[in-house]
């Protein structure tokens, strides 16, 4: 009788882990990729920036508000949290920042007053994940990451980010949102609940805009999510194996490497643009018409997780050898 073999010499694949940061920092620059998550010890990095201190503590107060019984979830008391959460970081002197310290407390208190915040969210600041994969073949990657907000309407779940950028978001924005995309797959998945829709709130302006995925766009963003992966994932590999760290995370240079993270230790950075101050890229205290050259300035964007305490992600994590993937 003939028995059936097994080759124990075949390794299934396992999935890439991705999240929409480290996507989104590969795309916009493989060598700020390579120093913020590959590069061990972490290159030296610029301090901390004014706008992102600001989104984190508006982040941290809409955080703590939902942690509150409905009832206490008042104006005064989202006011009085960003006080609570308050810190000076990157901002020019102790003038600047209590400008901006009144300011945030004025669009929390707004933000409360203008929106319906009696309802429990199913989740705030919460980490989602799921198998996926760009075609109808089996997954090959996770998708996860940390959802500012995600509340249930009529069934169905809604991906909410808050921004406090300097412009105003706008539908097509919500729509093309890579990181929002995976959010709603993520979200589904864990929360066993459909998710479609998913909304920019952003709190200087006091805009809301949504926009309503189907199957095919999001199935698109699953898709470009896949290949970048990838190509982050053999980058990665060649790199381990001895390859040239310049030429597999070459620099991708223009205005927005005047504010980097990663300019002190990157030279094609250093002379492609003067450097910003750290407080440049704040929302302005007056109407302003935006920043056309696409320095959004926003320290809460979709797609930037924050570690504990709602920091914009700045540990580098690196690869995840275990999974075999990118984390």
Not at 16 to 26: D, E, G, Y
Not at 77 to 92: D, E, K, N, S
Not at 201 to 211: D, M, W
């Amino acid at each position: 009788m003939e028995q059936l073999g097994f080759d124990f010499g075949v390794m299934p694949r396992r999935l890439m882990k991705v999240t929409p940061a480290r996507l989104s920092t590969f795309e916009d620059c493989p060598r700020r990729y390579r120093l913020a998550y590959v590069d061990r010890p972490t290159p030296q990095r610029t301090g901390a920036w004014a706008h992102s201190t600001l989104g984190a503590v508006v982040h941290n107060a809409l955080r703590a508000l939902f942690d509150l019984p409905a009832a206490e979830r008042t104006p005064g008391r989202a006011a009085a949290l960003v006080g609570r959460h308050w810190t000076g970081a990157g901002f020019a002197d102790s003038d600047q920042a209590a400008e901006y310290r009144r300011l945030a407390k004025d669009w929390a208190a707004r933000y409360v007053s203008e929106h319906d915040v009696s309802d429990e969210p199913r989740g705030v600041e919460r980490w989602v994940s799921a198998p996926a994969a760009g075609g109808d073949g089996p997954p090959s990657m996770i998708v996860e990451g940390r959802a500012d907000r995600i509340d249930e309407r009529d069934g169905e779940l809604v991906v909410v980010d808050y921004k406090t950028g300097r412009r105003a978001p706008d539908e097509p924005e919500a729509r093309s949102s890579q990181a929002l995309a995976l959010y709603a797959v993520a979200a589904e998945r864990t929360l066993h609940t459909p998710c479609r829709r998913v909304e920019l709130h952003h709190l200087p302006s006091g805009t809301v805009v949504a926009a309503e995925h189907t199957a095919d766009s999001l199935r698109r963003q699953l898709t470009r999510a896949e290949e970048t992966a990838g190509d982050l994932q053999q980058a990665t590999d060649k790199l381990a194996d001895g390859g040239d760290p310049d030429e597999l995370f070459p620099a991708r240079t223009g205005r927005r490497c005047s504010w980097c993270d990663f300019r002190p230790s990157c030279s094609a950075g250093q002379q492609a643009a003067p450097a910003a101050r750290s407080w440049d890229l704040l929302a302005p205290l007056r109407d302003d018409p935006g920043d056309a050259d696409g320095a959004d300035g926003d320290g809460g964007s979709a797609g930037g997780e924050r570690g504990e305490g709602g920091t914009p992600e700045r540990a580098a994590a690196g690869v995840d050898r275990s999974s075999g993937g990118v984390s």
